[in-house]
Structures are given as structure tokens and as C-alpha cells.
């Protein structure tokens, strides 16, 4: 079964591809699917919720085929949970930029006050039945300067209090015990396997 992850980032893809593991489903990109690889959509919600919402209905109503959206971000809570439902728009594409304007607002305070989350909800969509189920996750810790080489976007400055290490310093395996992403994907797995594969 195909199965249209809302995405372009090969980040987000690989680590989908990780916890889909050996699940019957072939995971395909908005890249990869010629209905929807021009298409746009507006992320207009107020909520990580609202949003991936928007993106798995959007996309799985112009493709037809089920649909895993999430939106995710990093809030600071120093920040008044900024960056949060802008983490990718303020980033602009580069997220070495980001996170050294993020380190120069919390410059002034101690470790004990730079305390984050980082959350997401993944939603998922059937266009055949209408059917939308969503799953969250929150993973909490601090932000430091950057460390480690590994994942992508604001990993290298998140210290993940579980983890005891930053995402970045994380072999994707650890990260992907631990993440955010990790916590809601669990939740989806369990789903898609008793509506999809135990079904079939």
C-alpha cells in the first residue's frame, strides 16, 4: 500500500522510513507523486494540530491516497514558546542561521532557564473513507550551544533531558527511541496496524 508522506525534507523521510521499518506500506514524497508535486498549501492553523491537519487532508484529497502530515517545531519556553509553529519559516532554510539567533536572544540566562520542548503532531488521512487521526509527541530539554553532526534542523542545540546528549549527538537509532517524533509515530504504528494490516 502506498502511503504520501507530506513532506520535502529527506530528513523527516529518512526518519519515516526508519519507523515504518518492515510495515507493508511503500512511503512516497509529495516529490514523488505527479498530482502533487506543484502543489502548495498554506499553513494557515494556529496549532501544530490545525496544521498537520490542513497538509494530510490537502494532500490526500489531491492525490487519493492515505496521507501522513505532521508539523512539528521547537519552543523555547524563555521565548514565550517561540519559535514553535514558525520554527520552518523562521529558519528561512537554514537552520545554522537560526539557531545562532536563537542562542543570541537567550544569551543573557543560565542553563536552568533555557528549558524547550520540542512537539509534533502527525496526522493521517484517508480519502477513501474520510477518516483523520492524529498522534503527538513532546520530548523536553534545554537549548546549548551546538553540538553533535547528526539529524537536521534545530537538533544541535536541543539537549534532549532523556537522551542526556543533543538529537544531534544521537545516532538515529537513540534518537528514534527518544524523539518527539518518536512518541507520536508509536501511537500511528499501533493504528495503522490494527485499521490496515491486521484488517487485510
Do not use: W
Not at 542562542?103 to 520540542?118: E, G, H, I, M, V
Request: hydrophobic share 40%.
Amino acid at each position: 500500500m502506498r502511503l504520501l508522506l507530506a513532506t520535502k525534507n529527506l530528513g523527516k523521510l529518512k526518519e519515516y522510513q526508519a519507523f515504518l521499518g518492515r510495515m507493508p506500506f511503500s512511503l512516497v514524497t509529495v516529490d514523488q507523486v505527479p498530482s502533487v508535486a506543484k502543489l502548495i498549501v498554506k499553513e494557515t492553523g494556529s496549532t501544530f494540530l490545525a496544521n498537520s491537519r490542513l497538509k494530510a487532508v490537502f494532500y490526500g484529497q489531491h492525490s487519493g491516497l492515505l496521507t501522513l502530515a505532521d508539523d512539528s517545531g521547537l519552543c523555547i519556553d524563555a521565548l514565550a514558546g517561540f519559535p514553535g509553529i514558525r520554527s520552518a519559516r523562521f529558519a528561512h532554510g537554514d537552520f545554522v542561521a537560526a539557531q545562532k539567533k536563537l542562542l543570541a536572544k537567550l544569551n543573557n540566562l543560565p542553563l536552568s532557564k533555557r528549558t524547550a520542548y520540542f512537539q509534533v503532531v502527525i496526522s493521517l488521512f484517508d480519502p477513501q473513507t474520510n477518516l483523520l487521526k492524529s498522534f503527538s509527541g513532546l520530548t523536553r530539554g534545554r537549548i546549548v550551544k551546538p553540538l553533535g553532526n547528526n539529524g537536521f534542523g534545530y537538533d544541535p542545540i536541543f539537549f534532549a533531558d532523556k537522551l542526556g546528549k543533543t538529537y544531534a549527538q544521537a545516532g538515529s537509532r537513540q534518537k528514534n527511541r527518544y524523539s518527539h517524533r518518536a512518541k507520536a509515530f508509536n501511537q500511528l504504528k499501533r493504528f495503522l496496524t490494527d485499521r490496515y494490516i491486521k484488517s487485510q
